[in-house]
C-alpha cells in the first residue's frame, strides 16, 4: 500500500442545529470535524489506507479536537502544525428554511500553513499527492505553500489528485482568482474530481459538453464529474463514459464527494507506481464505480466523519 499525503485546510464546522434559524438567531451549534481534504483523509485511513494530513490548526481546544479525531482513524498528524499564534479556523453553517445556507467563514490557522513548516517534508516518502482547495487558494501562506508541495510532489513523479471544492461564499469577489489558480492544478493533475457546476466554472462555459471538450483538451489526467443522482462523467482528452449512482435515500449528503475521492485514492495506493499510468478507461470507470458506493454510503449518515467510520473495504467486493 502505497503512502497518500493529503494537503489543505483543516478546520471546525459549527453547525446551527435549530432548524430553519439564521446564525444570527441560531442558539444550539454543534462542532463537526472537517475541512475538504480532512475528510478525504479521514475516508482513505478509514478504508485501511496510508495517510497523512498536511494542514495547519490552532494550538486550542478545536485544533487538538481536529488533531485527536485524525490520529482516531489512523491518520498520520506529523505534519498538522498547531499554531500557537493562530486560532483554528471556523466556518458556522445554518440551513434556512428556504433551503439557502447562512454561512459565515472566522479563518485562522489553516491559512498559516508555511514553507518553514514543511521544511523537512519528504515528498519521496509519498506516492500520491492529493490538494483539496476549498481554501488553499486564498490570500495567505498556504497559497504558496500549495504550489511548493505541487512542485516538489511532480519534480518527484509523484501521482498528482485535485479536488477544487469551489466555495461561493468564500470566493465572491475573489472568482477570477480561483479560476486562474485552478488551471496550474488541473494541468500538472493525473487525476481531479469536479462538480459539473465547477467544471463550467472554471472552463467559463455554459454546457456540460463544452466544460467536458474544454477540460480534454486543457488537461492530461483523468477526470471525474459528479452528477449527483446521474452518475458520474470519467473522462480523458476525447474519451468519456458514464458510471451509474448508487440509489439512496439520503440523511446527509455532506463529505459525499470527499468519501468518493477517497475510495479513489485507496484504490489507486493498492497499485504500483508503474502501473497508475498504465490504467484505460475501463480501469477507471470499475474504480469510480466503487467509489461511487462509497459516497453512497456516506450519504445515509448524518455527518461526514460519522459516515466515514461506517465505510470498510467490503464496499469493493
Not at 233 to 255: F, K, N, Q
Amino acid at each position: 500500500m502505497q503512502r497518500i499525503l493529503c494537503t489543505g485546510e483543516a478546520l471546525i464546522d459549527m453547525i446551527c442545529t435549530d432548524r430553519g434559524a439564521s446564525l444570527s438567531a441560531g442558539i444550539t451549534f454543534q462542532k463537526k470535524a472537517g475541512g475538504a481534504p480532512t475528510n478525504v483523509a479521514a475516508a482513505i485511513a478509514a478504508l485501511g489506507g496510508r495517510v497523512s494530513l498536511a494542514a495547519c490548526v490552532g494550538d486550542d481546544p478545536f485544533g487538538h479536537h481536529l488533531r485527536e479525531v485524525m490520529q482516531s482513524f489512523g491518520v498520520d498528524t506529523s505534519w498538522m502544525i498547531m499554531d500557537k499564534n493562530h486560532f483554528t479556523t471556523l466556518a458556522f453553517v445554518s440551513l434556512m428554511e428556504n433551503g439557502e445556507r447562512d454561512f459565515y467563514f472566522n479563518r485562522g490557522a489553516d491559512g498559516e500553513l508555511s514553507l518553514d513548516d514543511i521544511e523537512h517534508l519528504r515528498t519521496e516518502d509519498f506516492a500520491i499527492f492529493h490538494f483539496g482547495s476549498a481554501t488553499a487558494f486564498l490570500p495567505g501562506p498556504l497559497q504558496g505553500t500549495y504550489r511548493e508541495i505541487l512542485r516538489r510532489a511532480r519534480q518527484g513523479g509523484a501521482f498528482i489528485s485535485f479536488d477544487p471544492n469551489y466555495r461561493q461564499l468564500l470566493y465572491q469577489d475573489k472568482k477570477e482568482s480561483f479560476i486562474y489558480q485552478c488551471w496550474h492544478f488541473l494541468e500538472e493533475a493525473d487525476f481531479f474530481k469536479v462538480s459539473d457546476e465547477e467544471a463550467m466554472l472554471i472552463t467559463e462555459t455554459n454546457t456540460l459538453n463544452d466544460a467536458v471538450s474544454k477540460l480534454g483538451k486543457r488537461t492530461r489526467g483523468v477526470f471525474a464529474i459528479t452528477l449527483g443522482k446521474e452518475g458520474t462523467l470519467m473522462g480523458r482528452g476525447e474519451v468519456s463514459a458514464m458510471v451509474p449512482s448508487i440509489p439512496v435515500t439520503p440523511v446527509d449528503t455532506t463529505g459525499a464527494g470527499d468519501a468518493f475521492v477517497g475510495a479513489m485514492l485507496f484504490q489507486l495506493a493498492r497499485l504500483q507506481q508503474h502501473d497508475l499510468s498504465a490504467l484505460d478507461m475501463e480501469a477507471w470507470t470499475d474504480m469510480a464505480a466503487r467509489a461511487n458506493r462509497a459516497g453512497a454510503r456516506t450519504c445515509t449518515f448524518l455527518g461526514a466523519m460519522e459516515a466515514f467510520r461506517q465505510l470498510s473495504k467490503d464496499i469493493f467486493e
